[in-house]
């Protein structure tokens, strides 16, 4: 995906339940956005972040606060942003 220059992003990783991705804003873009508030989709999207449907915006890395922290589901479908039935992994029962 392309990204306005002040926006990079990270591969997808994953653990049991979750997939990730880290986005990664200039500074001077972070400089515009509330401090450490979670972002709603509408907001993240009009910063310039492109990706596909069911990412929420969890967490800020602390250390360096203009990355923000994205996670879904695995198992969500990227069209609709709903995960599908049958498909969610979960580590329950391991």
Not at 40 to 47: G, I, M, S, V
């Amino acid at each position: 995906m392309n990204f306005p220059k002040e926006i990079d992003q990270s591969e997808k990783y994953r653990d049991d339940n979750y997939e990730y991705k880290h986005v990664i804003l200039t500074k001077e873009l972070y400089e515009k956005i509330p401090k450490y508030k979670l972002l709603k989709e509408e907001e993240w999207r009009a910063l310039g972040i492109v990706q596909t449907k069911g990412w929420i915006h969890y967490t800020y890395f602390k250390p360096e606060p203009h990355i923000l922290l994205f996670r879904r589901p695995i198992g969500t479908n990227p069209q609709t942003g709903r995960v599908e039935v049958g498909k969610m992994v979960s580590s329950k029962g391991k």
